[in-house]
């Protein structure tokens, strides 16, 4: 092999270039824009989607507890979070996610094994998202809409 065929061979091994370099690192920055915008973008539909369904479940076992016990339990709703003493739980509210029950002017909602809180809709919201839990007036079957 003569010095000038093996110059030709390592002059054809070529390397990326600075440019290349730079169009990819452009390119791998605005996919990660892309993906952290919509992220944000769903993050108050999860915060209301999971505030309901911890609400949801926390009033299914307020439910069997009143049932097995026979005792009354009271629900303190507030806007910043709401409680249920007998159950020893007290939930704060994600940052901006607001709560209300859209058939009562009263924070404190009482359920026995007698009388449940039928006919009620709660709503979870944190700015366009939101969520509603409705109490069946009849069957007093809880859903999540």
Do not use: C
């Amino acid at each position: 092999m003569t010095p000038t065929s093996a110059n030709a061979e390592q002059s054809q091994e070529r390397g990326l270039t600075l440019f290349e370099l730079l169009i990819v690192l452009a390119l791998l920055g605005l996919m990660g824009l892309m993906a952290v915008s919509s992220v944000r973008a769903s993050s108050p539909k999860l915060s209301v989607k999971t505030t309901a369904e911890q609400l949801l479940a926390d009033l299914k076992r307020a439910r069997i507890e009143t049932e097995s016990t026979g005792a009354p339990i009271d629900i303190v709703i507030e806007k910043e979070g709401y409680a249920i003493e007998t159950l020893n739980v007290a939930r704060t509210l994600p940052h901006g996610v607001n709560l209300s029950v859209a058939n009562s002017t009263q924070s404190r909602l009482t359920i026995g094994p007698g009388y449940w809180l039928s006919g009620y809709e709660i709503e979870i919201s944190k700015g366009d998202a939101s969520a509603k839990l409705s109490i069946a007036p009849v069957t007093r079957r809880m859903s999540l809409q």
